[in-house]
């Protein structure tokens, strides 16, 4: 068959084209080192790159999100440690103010330092994260959520609560309302509370008691009668119908029980002395704070003092009440934290998995490629040559 020299230039020039193609995609697979530098190059591959890149973003977004969750729970952490120390110092203050040893001035300077307290849980009430965002405020972070208002604190965010993706599927709470950490806190001993009347006229300092049987909720009266100071102190208990549940005589320190519940009594009551046990409810911290200092405010004659000692057992209740209660909120904050690191060590072995599976189908092989270029290099210089070569060749020089 005849060849002929626009032929042989032809399949020369397209043969030295296609290994100068090759060897530049070679080079450029070598500068970057991707294996797959267009979906044409292995659409399979490309596709998955362009997933496994996908859920890398996510992994990167959801360690941003860990990371904002965690500083804003650590802000939380600390502001309900601080509000505990706050309520230790000021339990120890309430125990201070009940030595009737005292003077008026010792009491006014114990209840000075409680107002600095009280002002001090407002400032941590009203914590801010990193962002200038309300840490106790709900769904309302650019709103103070307490405010002074009269003689009392107001809350003025809302019963929210804030939820951030960690992880595929994994959500954390990263704040609580205001409402649920500082405002609904159970009084006296959790069961029920106790109170002495204010027009009680006699020393009778009741405790805070405790539940032995079957508590029934209600409003129950304790009353004392004494006659004449010849006549034994008596009492009564009757409950919020009027209808008696429990009467007897009056012993110092004695246990009063009724309704599943048994109180104790120390001093001397008077004639018509009443106290009350009710069902336990709900104060902010900032209400027996202001209790406190009612009670450090009472005093003077035995009965006066009487009232003080009663108010402080009250208040001590509430103190350790609301301990509790931040104890409980500072232990869900903390199996928050440990979510979100747990969640984190998830997201870094998933991320490592990824970056694997990713690093497999589109990293290139430099072992490989660099003997594959050399190879194409020396077959392009062949062809190069060759051509060179069969270009010279004329009948003219053998003539």
């Known amino acids: 068959m005849r060849v002929s020299t626009s032929q042989i230039h032809t399949g020369a020039l397209r043969a030295m084209?296609?290994?100068?193609?090759?060897?530049?995609?070679?080079?450029?697979?070598?500068?970057?080192?991707?294996?797959?530098?267009?979906?044409?190059?292995?659409?399979?591959?490309?596709?998955?790159?362009?997933?496994?890149?996908?859920?890398?973003?996510?992994?990167?977004?959801?360690?941003?999100?860990?990371?904002?969750?965690?500083?804003?729970?650590?802000?939380?952490?600390?502001?309900?440690?601080?509000?505990q120390r706050l309520l230790v110092r000021a339990r120890e203050l309430a125990i201070q103010g009940g030595d009737d040893a005292l003077a008026a001035a010792d009491r006014d300077a114990i209840a000075e330092e409680v107002r600095g307290l009280r002002a001090e849980l407002v400032r941590i009430a009203n914590s801010q994260d990193a962002n200038g965002e309300y840490v106790f405020a709900g769904f309302k972070v650019r709103t103070e959520p307490f405010t002074e208002?009269?003689?009392?604190?107001?809350?003025?965010?809302?019963?929210?609560?804030?939820?951030?993706?960690?992880?595929?599927?994994?959500?954390?709470?990263?704040?609580?309302?205001?409402?649920?950490?500082?405002?609904?806190?159970?009084?006296?001993?959790?069961?029920?509370a106790v109170e002495a009347d204010a027009a009680n006229t006699g020393t009778g300092v009741i405790h805070q008691g405790s539940v032995t049987g079957t508590w029934v909720p209600d409003t129950y009266t304790i009353r004392f009668s004494q006659p004449t100071p010849s006549d034994p102190v008596t009492y009564t208990v009757t409950d919020?119908?009027?209808?008696?549940?429990?009467?007897?005589?009056?012993?110092?320190?004695?246990a009063i029980a009724f309704a599943g519940a048994e109180v104790v009594i120390e001093g001397s009551?008077?004639?018509?002395?009443?106290?009350?046990?009710?069902?336990?409810?709900?104060?902010?911290?900032?209400?027996?704070l202001d209790r406190l200092l009612e009670a450090l405010g009472t005093g003077g004659d035995a009965a006066a003092d009487a009232l003080r000692h009663n108010r402080l057992g009250r208040v001590l209740a509430d103190l350790d009440r609301g301990l509790e209660h931040l104890d409980v909120v500072r232990a869900r904050v903390g199996a928050r934290l440990a979510a979100v690191e747990s969640q984190e060590e998830v997201n870094a072995d998933l991320r490592l998995q990824l970056e694997a599976t990713l690093s497999g189908l589109r990293d290139l092989d430099y072992a490989e490629a660099v003997s594959r270029f050399n190879v194409q290099l020396t077959a392009l210089r062949a062809a190069q040559q060759t051509f060179a070569r069969v270009q010279g060749l004329s009948l003219f020089q053998f003539l």
């Open 149 to 192: 208002r009269g003689a009392g604190v107001t809350y003025n965010g809302d019963g929210g609560q804030r939820f951030v993706e960690v992880g595929p599927g994994r959500q954390v709470a990263v704040g609580d309302a205001g409402s649920a950490v500082f405002l609904a806190v159970p009084t006296g001993n959790g069961v029920f």
């Open 17 to 83: 084209l296609d290994g100068q193609a090759r060897l530049q995609e070679t080079q450029l697979q070598l500068a970057t080192g991707r294996r797959v530098l267009t979906p044409a190059d292995d659409p399979a591959a490309a596709a998955r790159i362009l997933s496994l890149t996908a859920s890398t973003a996510g992994l990167e977004q959801y360690g941003a999100n860990a990371a904002a969750a965690r500083a804003r729970l650590g802000v939380e952490e600390t502001a309900l440690a601080g509000a």
């Open 269 to 288: 009551p008077a004639d018509g002395d009443r106290f009350t046990v009710a069902p336990s409810g709900s104060q902010d911290l900032f209400a027996t």
């Open 240 to 254: 919020s119908g009027g209808t008696t549940v429990a009467s007897g005589t009056y012993s110092d320190g004695a």
